[in-house]
């Protein structure tokens, strides 16, 4: 009866671990962040870096997790951020002029865009303050390209002519033979820029006072466009040229989906990326550009033991997968009552054969005890008392399970052989004084 109750609670607490694991493991599955099956990013222009890298990452995203995205062309980082509030963009590439809006966050930066002045050859200009009057093109409202402009006509006291505000796409340049100059911010992998400045009809003018713009708004940098980056026969630009930076982000809302925060990251920083558009950030440089407006996902992603942070997120992560490790300790409970179980049925069954071994072993010391009584002659004896012994040998060499030492039917078997035994050296010994006797007598007669 105790066995029985004692095996019922063992078949109750397995069923209770199994359905706990299975339950466990539902919750998690039906609970754990997943990519989202569609995903949309707001790039740019047409010819543009934002547009040209959109669609690179949207491309290899669709290749590498199956999820669908849509790339939006826009007027630029204005028009991104609006889509990014409105929530008709997941993800947007933004310049670093453009201020994110409170429930906004850099997932990462991604390249150096580059202030361009474009001139058109024979144009007689030769200064950014010979622009003063002129006809320029500086991009459509909501661009980067016409906030950057904005901010090089202040400094240097420019005003174009009222006519310039027709025009919006640098790359329409060749088409507008009366439009005298353009101011682009972008890459210098820009396919369009390296389309136009490639055919040698236009010439780049130096930012001379790049520095003192620079100490003015802190999200520019002094840097250089190198001879030759559009072409290298030619010599575009004959020499390096001194112009501002900034950086190019990829933004999102602070609520965005962190694995889809995550897939993005992996592609930026991929092989294939990092392959195909020249001048993109690798993970070092990205970390090196300290921010103060991570996104939570990118900031354990980008510095993943910052201090307490790391302390936090691993917390964070122990709680999202508390299901998780409840099934796992259920399934390690089950795999040791498993295993003991197994354990316990390979005892037994080692129990009962060798349990077997013993009746056999009895059985041969029975026999070896009926032929003793049929023997008389000195050599079966001692083949007899040797064939006793190496059977008691060969049990307890055989027989090693505890609970059987312990057996009374064990017992009985060491009593028997070892009084067979006895029986036999008796016999040895009584046949070894009969014959000393017999030859103690025949000496005495003669």
């Given amino acids: 009866m105790s066995k029985l109750k004692t095996a019922t609670v063992r078949r109750s607490i397995a069923l209770l671990m199994v359905t706990v694991l299975v339950l466990s493991v539902i919750w998690w599955f039906g609970t754990r962040e997943r990519l989202p099956d569609k995903i949309v990013i707001a790039g740019g222009t047409n010819g543009g870096s934002f547009q040209a890298l959109t669609e690179l990452i949207a491309s290899e995203l669709e290749r590498t997790t199956g999820m669908t995205v849509e790339v939006l062309s826009t007027d630029g980082s204005v028009e991104n951020r609006s889509r990014l509030a409105s929530g008709e963009a997941d993800f947007a590439l933004i310049s670093a002029d453009t201020v994110l809006e409170k429930d906004m966050a850099v997932v990462t930066p991604v390249y150096e865009e580059y202030v361009h002045i474009i001139v058109r050859n024979g144009s007689g200009i030769e200064s950014i303050r010979q622009l003063n009057g002129k006809r320029i093109i500086f991009g459509p409202a909501g661009s980067a390209d016409k906030a950057h402009a904005e901010v090089i006509f202040e400094h240097y006291g420019i005003h174009p002519s009222k006519d310039s505000t027709e025009w919006a796409e640098t790359y329409d340049l060749p088409k507008l033979p009366i439009v005298d100059a353009a101011i682009e911010i972008t890459s210098m992998s820009s396919p369009g820029l390296r389309k136009l400045l490639g055919t040698g009809d236009y010439t780049l003018l130096p930012v001379d006072d790049a520095e003192a713009i620079s100490y003015d708004y802190n999200f520019y940098t002094v840097n250089q466009i190198p001879r030759g980056i559009y072409s290298g026969s030619r010599a575009i630009p004959r020499d390096s040229v001194e112009t501002l930076s900034s950086t190019a982000r990829i933004a999102a809302r602070r609520d965005a989906s962190p694995p889809a925060v995550r897939a993005v990251l992996?592609?930026?920083?991929?092989?294939?990326?990092?392959?195909?558009?020249?001048?993109?950030?690798?993970?070092?440089?990205?970390?090196?550009?300290?921010?103060?407006?991570?996104?939570?996902?990118?900031?354990?992603?980008?510095?993943?033991?910052?201090?307490?942070d790391t302390l936090a997120t691993f917390l964070e992560s122990l709680s999202a997968a508390k299901e998780l490790f409840v099934a796992v300790i259920a399934l390690l409970w089950l795999g040791w009552q498993r295993y003991r179980t197994l354990s316990e049925e390979e005892r037994n069954q080692n129990f009962l054969i060798q349990k077997e071994r013993l009746d056999i072993f009895v059985n041969r010391t029975l026999e070896l005890d009926r032929q003793l009584t049929e023997t008389t002659c000195t050599d079966e004896l001692r083949e007899l008392h040797r064939k006793t012994t190496e059977l008691q040998h060969l049990a307890l060499t055989e027989l090693t399970e505890d609970d059987l030492r312990g057996d009374r039917m064990f017992s009985i078997f060491l009593e028997q052989s070892n009084s067979l035994c006895r029986k036999i050296e008796n016999r040895l010994l009584s046949r070894r004084l009969l014959a000393l006797s017999r030859e103690n007598q025949a000496f005495d007669q003669d």
Avoid: C
Wanted: glycine residues 12%.
């Fill in 266 to 308: 992996n592609t930026v920083f991929g092989e294939h990326l990092q392959r195909e558009f020249p001048g993109l950030m690798n993970k070092g440089e990205a970390v090196d550009l300290s921010t103060t407006n991570w996104h939570p996902t990118s900031f354990g992603y980008l510095q993943p033991y910052a201090g307490i």
